[in-house]
């Protein structure tokens, strides 16, 4: 077992908490059981959770504290850098295309190792969607994705979340290992659901327009009419102002929406907890070209939980949910009203074992043994 006691992992992170899922739970918590002397820092965003039963040698900073928009973010590679100056580590790990000014500075003149976790293809994300005034999307874009190949010259690995981004990113392959973001749920066990009732309906995680939550919600204002005390619960992290007003504005006009949004993250377990009090999953999300062949991590969620899943029709997830002998998913338009029959799901099944995170994690505590050892 690998354990050197002068090693100084940080993970840094913009917009996300400093316990996010994948930072913490999957990435150190993994890393924490082949290498338990490290030291580990995690830096982001403040979390609503309570961090005081967490291991000792695990330390949080959540420094970052703005809106997606906002001019603080101007000072986020500054208070990073800052940051790394007082804690020292001996490897870094960045999760956010933006931070990799400081971090490649830092990494430089420390001459540590610098890891980028591509998590998304930001500078698509940005093109594609419409988070972002569209007369600075391709702009910004555009520097994105020359701040990432400036850098790459400076980083270590890849870490990367979805196999397609090593197509859309192909300067990062040579330097890649795949670590999807496959869920740490332990399977639930649901004997009766066909026996159930099938009226509460829930949205949850990223919100926003090009996630397809107005349409979600035009989607259930129909079907409300068709199905007795229907109920639509709406949670997660909207951060464009302007979408969560509408949302929250919307909501107050149907006493049938269970409105738990924030403009702050969310805590996962929360999120979670009431995915499984609802009966059925939506994930409404527009096939624009950011998302067509990514696999949302709610896919492998909605598994783990035996959620029913009503996903809006596209044939590469199409082709994705073949691969299992069993029913979980009905792939519609969401555009349209249609009569909805809730049967034969999950029946004789059996979940494989590549849809949990332990599988990627076996991977991840391979590369941390074979980085932290030489």
């Given amino acids: 077992m690998a354990s050197k006691s002068n090693i100084s992992i ?5 917009l996300k908490p400093v316990d996010d899922i994948r930072m913490y ?3 150190v918590l993994s890393g924490l059981e082949v290498m338990p002397d490290v030291a580990w820092h995690l830096i982001g965003f403040s979390t609503q959770n309570n961090l005081e039963n967490t291991p000792n040698n695990v330390f949080f900073y959540p420094i970052f504290n703005f809106s997606r928009l906002s001019w603080q973010r101007l000072r986020a590679n500054f208070k990073l850098y800052q940051l790394l100056k007082k804690i020292k580590p001996t490897h870094l790990i960045v999760c956010t295309a933006e931070l990799l000014p400081s971090a490649v500075q830092y990494a430089k003149k420390n001459n540590i190792i610098l890891i980028y976790d591509v998590r998304e293809n930001y500078a698509a994300n940005v093109l594609y969607s419409n988070t972002y005034p569209k007369i600075i999307r391709s702009l910004f874009a555009k520097t994105i994705r020359t701040i990432e190949k400036w850098a790459d010259k400076f980083i270590h690995t890849y870490l990367v979340a979805e196999k397609i981004y090593i197509e859309e990113m192909p300067f990062i392959q ?4 795949i670590l999807e973001n496959k869920t740490t749920i332990s399977p639930k ?5 066909e026996k159930k009732s099938h009226h509460n309906f829930i949205i949850a995680g990223t919100l926003g327009e090009s996630y397809g939550v107005f349409l979600g919600i035009d989607w259930a204002i129909k079907m409300q009419k068709k199905i007795p005390d229907f109920s639509l619960t709406i949670i997660g992290n909207c951060a464009k102002i302007t979408d ?18 924030d403009t702050k993250p969310i805590p996962y377990t929360k999120i979670i907890e009431n995915i499984e009090k609802n009966d059925v ?10 998302l067509l062949q990514r696999i949302p991590t709610k896919f492998y969620e909605g598994l783990a939980l035996q959620k029913i899943m009503l996903i809006q029709k596209n044939i590469h997830w199409e082709n994705f949910f073949t691969q299992f002998n069993f029913k979980s998913t009905i792939f519609i338009d969401f555009n349209e009203s249609q009569d909805i029959k809730f049967e034969n799901f999950y029946q ?4 494989p074992e590549w849809i949990f995170w332990k599988n990627e994690k076996k991977i991840w505590q391979k590369f941390l043994n074979n980085l932290c050892i030489k």
Avoid at 189 to 193: F, P, T
């Fill in 10 to 14: 940080a993970l840094a992170s913009t």
């Fill in 25 to 27: 739970k999957k990435l």
């Fill in 174 to 177: 040579k330097k890649s290992i």
């Fill in 189 to 193: 066990i649901s004997l009766q659901i």
């Fill in 244 to 261: 969560f007003d509408k949302l929250k504005n919307i909501s107050k006009n149907y006493h049938w929406i269970n409105f738990l949004a």
């Fill in 281 to 290: 999953l939506l994930m409404p999300y527009l096939p624009e070209k950011h």
């Fill in 348 to 351: 004789n099944y059996e979940l």
